[in-house]
């Protein structure tokens, strides 16, 4: 079973930066694709950043363009999402999603392509 794991989030300013993590357990982590998404509330979930098998290949949704990045770390089984620049609207919970493993090495974008989530990480940006 994959357990992810997210950590990093905190209350920031806006402006200021926050760098959030993910840990996957279970063995060949290059074999999934990885994903940020973020719910505030009232709000349904949406697309935040996505990742490649090899992390050569990235996706950020156009609000986060410019401001936040997404890698990964194949030996340690670890996906990142620094987030700089940060705005109040940024305010959500942050989770991070593996998909099934897989050969292909696109970056995926709907929810319904991840086969698993973390908890997630609230992140709160104060004005």
């Known amino acids: 079973q994959v357990q992810l794991a997210e950590s990093g989030g905190g209350l920031v300013q806006a402006g200021g930066s926050l760098s959030l993590s993910c840990a996957a357990s279970g063995s060949t982590f290059s074999l999934y694709r990885m994903g940020w998404f973020r719910q505030a509330p009232g709000k349904e979930r949406e697309f935040v950043a996505a990742i490649s098998r090899s992390g050569g290949r990235t996706s950020l949704a156009d609000s986060v363009k410019g401001r936040f990045t997404v890698s990964r770390d194949n030996n340690k089984n670890l996906v990142y999402l620094q987030m700089n620049s940060l705005k109040p609207e940024d305010t959500a919970v942050y989770y991070c999603?593996?998909?099934?493993?897989?050969?292909?090495?696109?970056?995926?974008?709907?929810?319904?392509?991840?086969?698993?989530w973390g908890q997630g990480t609230q992140v709160t940006v104060s004005s």
């Open positions: 999603a593996q998909s099934g493993p897989t050969l292909s090495n696109d970056a995926l974008t709907t929810p319904g392509e991840y086969q698993y």
